[in-house]
C-alpha cells in the first residue's frame, strides 16, 4: 500500500525556484532513505537526490549547491528545493524509497510524477 504524491511542480524562467513536495504513506516514513528522481523526454531516469531518516544527504553532481533534499517526519513528507534552475533541469520529478531505481523488484510502484519545466 505504498503511494507516493508528487507536487509542487510547473514553469519557471532559468534561474528561478521551485520546491517540490512528496506525500508518502503506506510504509513506516521515518525509518527509510526517501529519493528523488527524475526523467527527462526520451531520457532514462536519473537520481537526483536522496535522505536518510537522520538528515543525510546526497546529491547527484549536476544538482549540488543548487537542490536541497529535507523531510518533515512528523507530515511524512519528503521536499526538494530547486534553486538556480536550468533548462536541463526540466523532466518529471519523482520521489521513491531508498534505492528504488536500483531495485524495482522490490519498490515496483512510482507515482505520476510533478511536471518541471525551466524556459525562458
Known amino acids: 500500500q505504498v503511494q507516493l504524491v508528487e507536487s509542487g511542480g510547473g514553469l519557471v524562467q532559468p534561474g528561478g525556484s521551485l520546491t517540490l513536495s512528496c506525500a508518502a504513506s503506506?510504509?513506516?516514513?521515518?525509518?527509510?532513505?526517501m529519493d528523488w528522481y527524475r526523467q527527462a523526454l526520451g531520457k532514462q531516469r536519473e537520481f537526483v537526490a536522496a535522505?536518510?531518516?537522520?538528515?543525510?544527504?546526497t546529491y547527484t553532481d549536476s544538482v549540488k549547491g543548487r537542490f536541497t533534499i529535507s523531510r518533515d517526519n512528523a507530515k511524512n513528507t519528503v521536499y526538494l528545493q530547486m534553486n538556480s534552475l536550468k533548462p536541463e533541469d526540466t523532466a518529471v520529478y519523482y520521489c521513491?524509497?531508498?534505492?528504488?531505481?536500483?531495485?524495482?523488484?522490490?519498490?515496483?510502484?512510482w507515482g505520476q510524477g510533478t511536471q518541471v519545466t525551466v524556459s525562458s
Open positions: 503506506g510504509f513506516i516514513f521515518s525509518m527509510y532513505t
Open positions: 521513491n524509497l531508498g534505492g528504488a531505481l536500483l531495485h524495482p523488484e522490490v519498490y515496483p510502484y
Open positions: 535522505i536518510t531518516g537522520d538528515d543525510i544527504t
